[in-house]
Each structure stands twice: as C-alpha cells, then as structure tokens.
C-alpha cells in the first residue's frame, strides 16, 4: 500500500488526516438531523418512504416519521487543511448492522442518540460499542414539548459505565451539536491519557 | 422543489425514482474490487489529470480520475459522483490496478489516536 504524500508537482494538497466519528442511535433518535446541523456539505442520504409493510418498524411516539434511513448520512467538518472529521450516521435498522462493522473500524468514537420517548431504542448501539470497545457518549435529544429526565437519572437507566459521559442536548442546535462532539473527543483523549498512564 | 427547465419533466420517472441503471451493472456484476477492502475515508489521488481513453474504462472510471486530483477520500467521490460505495470500491480497485490512481489508508485501526491531533480536534471544534 502507498504510505508516501503526493508531492510529485508540488502544487496538489497534501493527504490530511481524516478521523471518523459514528453517530448511532435508535429509529428516529435525530441522527440525520445531527449530522446535517454540525457538517458542511449535506449528508449523503438515502431516504425510502415507509410502506408499513414486510418487517416495518414500529413508529408509535414517532408517527410524524415518513421515510427511513437506508444508507448513511455522512458529513465533514473541516478542522484545519490537514485535519477533517467525518460525521456517519449509522442506519438505524436491524438489517443494516453488517455496515457498522464497517463504519466502526478505525473510527475514534460514537455518539449514541437517545429518545427518552423510547430510550430502549438505543439498548442494541450501547452494547454493540460496549462489545467492540468503542468510546462512546449518550446525547439525550431533548426536543421542546418533552420533559427532561437529568441525565444521571437517564445513565441509571442505561446502566452504563460511570465514566461514559450523557448529555442533554437539541440536535437541530449547531452549537450544541458541536458541544456533543467536543464532549466525544474529550473522553477518547482522556481514556487515551488513562492508558498511557497505567502502561 | 423548484423544476429544472432544461430537463424535461417526465410523468413517470422523477428523481425519487432512483438510478435508471442498476448500480453494478456499471461494474458488469462485480461487487467487491480487486485486490483488499478500501476504508470509507482512505484517500483518492489521480496519477494523471485524465484518464487516456480505453475500452477497459467506463465514463464512472473517467469521472473519477477527474475528481480525485486533490486527494479526495471515497465516501467523498461515491457522494460527488452519485455512486454507490460499492460500486466506487470496484471502480477504484480496476484503477488502482491501472496505475491511475494511488490510494491512501488511514493508520491502522489498532493503533490508539495520537492526543495532540484530539487536542487540535477539540480546539477547532471550539473555533467553529
């Protein structure tokens, strides 16, 4: 495999790093929207109306939902010329899991979207980045109408590791949005500096 | 949506419709490239601004080429050429053994990120 940077003519970019985050989370938890508020280009998104029928999911509290994730979203956020994050959302159905495996290679960390509305919805992403080892932190998308449950008392009820961070946050906000992912990169630094320690 | 004029609107087929063309039929049925699996983001370099004309070469291979001059990662090029990544990975497996395009891993998977790139990550988040 080449390893070397393209510098032949001297006038093309270099190769940049580019990191990959995942944003995971059940049916409608605000993956695309979240994607969308933070990245600069579009995501790429493959939307299929929901017919209703052969293994539909269940939309009950998510009724307005008409069409469903197939592929990925995907964004980028430029941090400098040589460092770029991309932004995946992960299909949120059962019969997409063969592509997380995928996604999650390589990637720095993920994002767990929760509903309190159908918190159990992000059950199946938890354990797949506990199993793999994946850093991971939980956004409670808090939409207005909804009440807020505090996410110690959401963490509880996840029974995560104390150490995983859980926000609050509106993934329609760029700003909090951004705040989730600093959040992210946070934690993988500090668990990287805790490793590094205990060698 | 606003309509564009110089297309004409067809009763039957929109863009909601999807691709015309099944998507490996660009690939003549081959789903996996030669050669090993591409990363989502290892990136694209063209060997040459265009590709010389060649039967063993589709217009998607020539599109390529043609994007990937600045180095350019692969869900980038399935999302500008409005391919699928598979179709992309097959793509660029029949170029890379043409010699028309270099491709650049990102570090192995196992090894833990470097803290001074987080660091960088965090403060031009905060820059934003």
Not at chain 1, 72 to 84: C, E, N, P, S, V
Not at chain 1, 94 to 108: C, H, P
Not at chain 2, 107 to 113: D, E, G, I, N, V
């Amino acid at each position: 495999m080449d390893s070397v940077r393209s510098d032949r003519d001297g006038t093309r970019s270099r190769i940049p790093v580019a990191l990959k985050i995942l944003i995971a989370g059940g049916f409608g938890a605000g993956k695309t929207t979240m994607v969308g508020s933070v990245s600069e280009i579009r995501p790429l998104q493959t939307e299929e109306v929901l017919t209703g029928v052969e293994g539909a999911d269940d939309t009950s509290g998510v009724e307005g939902k008409r069409t469903t994730t197939v592929t990925m979203d995907f964004g980028r956020i430029t941090i400098t010329d040589d460092l770029q994050l991309y932004l995946f959302g992960t299909p949120g159905q059962d019969r997409f899991w063969f592509l997380w495996d995928e996604l999650s290679q390589g990637a720095l960390g993920a994002i767990v979207l929760a509903d309190t509305r159908r918190l159990a919805d992000c059950f199946p992403s938890i354990d797949y980045f506990e199993q793999r080892g994946t850093p991971f932190v939980v956004a409670v998308n808090c939409f207005d109408t909804e009440r807020r449950f505090g996410s110690e008392a959401i963490a509880r009820a996840l029974d995560l590791d104390p150490d995983v961070p859980v926000v609050e946050f509106d993934a329609r906000e760029p700003l909090a949005a951004r705040n989730v992912l600093i959040e992210l990169v946070e934690y993988v630094a500090r668990r990287q500096l805790l490793a590094a320690g205990s060698r | 949506m606003p309509v564009d004029p110089l297309r004409a609107p067809h009763d039957w087929l929109d863009h909601d419709a999807g691709p015309v063309v099944r998507p490996y039929a660009m690939t003549q049925g081959r789903v996996a490239p030669s050669g090993c699996e591409f990363d989502l983001v290892a990136f694209v370099v063209a060997t040459m601004a265009n590709a010389a004309p060649s039967p063993s070469l589709q217009p998607e291979h020539h599109a390529i080429v043609g994007a990937a001059w600045e180095p350019t990662p692969i869900v980038e090029l399935a999302s500008k050429l409005d391919l699928s990544l598979g179709v992309v990975r097959v793509l660029l497996g029949d170029l890379r053994s043409a010699g028309l395009i270099s491709l650049y891993e990102p570090p192995a998977a196992s090894q833990p990120h470097d803290v001074d790139v987080l660091k960088a990550v965090v403060n031009g988040l905060r820059a934003l």
